[in-house]
């Protein structure tokens, strides 16, 4: 992967389009639109994680997660349909891989 991040995209045609765009720059912002709708991790900054699906986000960070479980200390907690999540408490929003 490193070899192909010194080359410009011009010269790997064969490269799949989602990889090209993980090439890109790309803000945290166009990562947070291109989330909505897929599973996440929200961590707070009290350590606690909330799992569930990105229903939306505003610009002070506050989220809308649905499907959400409660995690402390890596051990589920509650479940709970909708949360509502403060923005001025998430520490980090992550993906995380579909729920088989």
């Known amino acids: 992967m490193l070899l192909?991040?010194?080359?410009?995209?011009?010269?790997?045609?064969?490269?799949p389009?989602?990889?090209k765009m993980s090439l890109r720059k790309q803000t945290p912002s166009d990562f947070?639109?291109?989330i909505i709708g897929r599973p996440v991790v929200v961590k707070l900054n009290s350590g606690v994680d909330y799992r569930g699906v990105l229903a939306?986000?505003?610009?002070?960070?506050n989220i809308a997660?649905?499907?959400?479980?409660?995690?402390?200390?890596g051990q589920l907690k509650n479940k709970y349909g909708d949360a509502f999540i403060r923005g001025?408490?998430?520490?980090?929003?992550?993906?995380?891989?579909?729920?088989?």
Do not use: A, W
């Open 88 to 100: 001025n408490n998430v520490l980090y929003i992550s993906t995380q891989k579909r729920r088989m």
């Open 17 to 19: 389009e989602e990889i």
């Open 56 to 61: 939306c986000l505003d610009g002070y960070m």
């Open 4 to 15: 192909i991040q010194m080359f410009s995209l011009t010269y790997v045609p064969s490269l």
């Open 65 to 73: 997660l649905e499907q959400t479980e409660e995690y402390v200390n």
């Open 32 to 34: 947070l639109k291109q």
